[in-house]
């Protein structure tokens, strides 16, 4: 999505904050009128909706490197890792289905 903002400008249906540069792209919303884009304006409205999605992604990241540097090759008993695998499913169900379910 970053990268399109970049190459392609914004391309979306609701209308933002224009800002005046000289690269410029043209969006033409559903009602007929015409909204007029740079990249950087795009980027950053880009870089707002996804800087959520990138924080969980690396947070998640980061966490299954642990369980994997450090719980998987230990001696720890088998019920202790098979309720860390358990407790992050449930976690991450939760986080997909309930937090990720359209407010709208």
């Known amino acids: ?8 400008g914004d391309n979306r249906r ?10 410029v792209a043209l969006s033409v919303l559903s009602l007929g009128a015409v909204i007029v884009f740079n990249r950087i304006s795009s980027l950053k409205v880009a870089a707002k909706e996804t800087l959520p999605i990138l ?6 990241f980061f966490m ?10 230990s001696a720890a008993p088998y019920w202790t890792k ?10 991450l169900s939760f986080y997909f289905i309930v937090l990720g379910f359209p407010r709208k």
């Open 55 to 60: 924080g969980a992604a690396i947070l998640m």
């Open 82 to 91: 098979a309720g860390v695998a358990v407790a992050s499913s449930v976690f």
């Open 14 to 23: 609701s209308p933002i904050e224009v800002d005046w540069g000289t690269s």
């Open 1 to 8: 999505r970053l990268g399109m903002a970049w190459l392609c």
């Open 64 to 73: 299954a490197a642990l369980i994997e540097g450090f719980l998987s090759p």
